[in-house]
């Protein structure tokens, strides 16, 4: 049987007028085995980065993604299962603050499967200098996160006890 690693796949799109970058998947599996994945510290260490949120996994939360073993600070902002995950992140080795930028997952049912969507604002609000390269990055960067994500899902490797596969 072939797996679907995702049944439609866009790259991320960068606005730079709008200090934005969006990409939607609709990744070939139930909007909760998605979630599981998203939202799940253990899951998203195995498909994304490391994380740390010490006080645990709730909006209102600080903690840490770690990039080549550095940390950069995270605030959950939202946590609404199995619909919508919104995250606030520093620079690496940095810290939150006006500069920071936005992230927004959005979660919804789309042919027995599920539509996710990224969407990362904020980036008006850094220094010209360092927004361009922000954006490149990050917008080659959800692009290989989100593949992983999905690669991840559809390949049956959740990790958290009970949704094994």
Do not use: R
């Given at each position: 049987m072939t797996e679907?690693?995702?049944t439609s796949n866009?790259?991320?799109?960068?606005?730079?007028?709008a200090g934005t970058i969006t990409r939607t998947i609709t990744i070939d599996a139930p909007r909760e085995k998605v979630w599981e994945?998203?939202?799940?510290?253990?899951?998203?260490?195995?498909?994304?980065?490391?994380?740390?949120?010490?006080d645990g996994w709730r909006a209102g939360s600080l903690g840490s993604f770690f990039w080549?073993?550095?940390?950069?600070?995270?605030r959950l902002d939202v946590v609404r299962p199995?619909?919508?995950?919104a995250f606030t992140w520093g620079d690496l080795e940095g810290e939150i603050d006006a500069t920071s930028t936005t992230v927004q997952f959005t979660l919804a049912e789309h042919d027995g499967g599920t539509r996710l969507r990224v969407h990362e604002s904020g980036f008006l609000n850094k220094p010209a200098a360092q927004r361009r390269a922000a954006m490149e990055e990050n917008t080659?960067?959800?692009n290989a996160v989100?593949?992983?994500?999905?690669?991840f899902v559809t390949t049956n490797s959740l990790l958290r006890e009970g949704t094994q596969r």
């Open positions: 679907h690693i995702a866009t790259a991320a799109v960068a606005d730079t007028d994945a998203l939202a799940t510290p253990e899951n998203i260490e195995a498909w994304w980065d490391p994380v740390q949120f010490p080549e073993g550095k940390p950069y600070p995270v199995p619909e919508e995950l080659s960067g959800w989100l593949d992983s994500l999905a690669e």
